[in-house]
């Protein structure tokens, strides 16, 4: 329960963070490149001194790695999730926006074949084309009304999965903290200089809270995902990640005014299905095996 208790809550920030994002871009005029930033540093100023201050890991200690370009390839691939997310928000509501977001895990099972070797079976294989389906579904190309921003949250996807995928490999090899702090490292240098270039000073209070307020919100839904998966099975947990749907319905409307419509709500039902699915057979393929399996990610 305590679990499941912090995977809800760590949607509620991630939520947090994709509302304040898509309002300080439409509703302050915030540059995307200056969002993304201020999203990256200050959870990398968080763990820069709160990390070595507990005595966890020193700061040098952070650094060494014996994955370096994997470790570079992965932050990045987490900034381009962050931009293209952002990108897509602009334009999209934020029930359209998760609901591809949703379709990462099928990507995930579908990748980890040739990545990572993990192939997966028939009746799983199966439950990723309906997932797509769902996806084709929400977004329905072809009828009209399609906005191009689809584009952005795709790629974002993708990007998201391939990440995951590495994260995964990368697990064995380097601490968790060491990781993360890649990520964040990575997306402070790369995305320094748009920011800068592109700046626009804040012009109220609400602004400069929400810009600090980003990594905060990142930050803690990162760390209390993390904590998450280390007090319960993946197979338990992994179907409440879906309740961000409701909290991006809730921050929409509430926030935004926006409504989803019945075909987003029936392509987000058919990818969780689709999802929940794959967490039932991995949980069944896993009571199959001798000895206790590691939770992905």
């Known amino acids: 329960m305590r679990a499941i208790a912090l995977m809800v809550v760590a949607c509620t920030f991630f939520t947090g963070l994709d509302t304040s994002a898509k309002y300080l871009a439409i509703h302050k005029g915030v540059p995307v490149s ?4 201020c999203r990256f540093i200050v959870q990398f100023m968080a763990l820069a001194v709160l990390v070595p201050a507990f005595g966890v890991m020193s700061l040098p200690a952070m ?9 570079l390839v992965r932050s990045v691939l987490m900034v381009a999730t962050t931009l293209f ?19 990462a895990p099928l990507m ?15 009746r799983r294989l199966i439950a990723i084309l309906v997932g797509f389906g769902g996806v084709v579904l929400a977004v329905r190309p072809g009828l009209g009304g ?5 584009l952005y949250s795709l790629a974002g996807m ?3 999965a391939v990440f995951m995928i590495l994260t995964r490999y990368l697990s064995p090899y380097d601490p968790p903290f060491v990781t993360l702090f890649y990520s964040m490292f990575v997306g402070t240098v790369f995305a320094a200089p748009f920011a800068i270039m592109q700046w626009v000073a804040p ?27 280390r007090l319960a099975p993946a197979s338990s947990i992994s179907p409440f990640l ?3 749907l409701v909290t991006m319905v809730l921050a929409g409307w509430l926030v935004f005014g926006d409504l989803p419509d019945l075909w987003t709500l029936a392509g987000s039902a058919i990818i969780i299905a689709s999802g929940i699915y794959l967490v039932h057979r991995e949980r069944a393929s896993a009571k199959s095996l001798p000895g206790p399996m590691e939770p992905p990610g």
């Open 242 to 244: 879906y309740l961000q």
């Open 203 to 229: 012009q109220d209070l609400t602004t400069w809270l929400l810009l600090g307020g980003l990594g905060v919100l990142g930050g803690t839904g990162h760390y209390l995902f993390l904590h998450a998966y």
């Open 85 to 103: 997310n952002f990108l897509a928000l602009q334009y999209l509501r934020l029930d359209q926006t998760v609901t591809i977001v949703f379709l």
């Open 34 to 37: 200056q969002i993304v930033w």
């Open 108 to 122: 995930v099972a579908l990748l980890a074949g040739p990545f990572l070797g993990e192939w997966v079976g028939m």
């Open 63 to 71: 650094f060494k790695t014996s994955k370096l370009t994997l470790q």
């Open 146 to 150: 399609v906005h191009p921003a689809v």
């Open 158 to 160: 993708l990007a998201y």
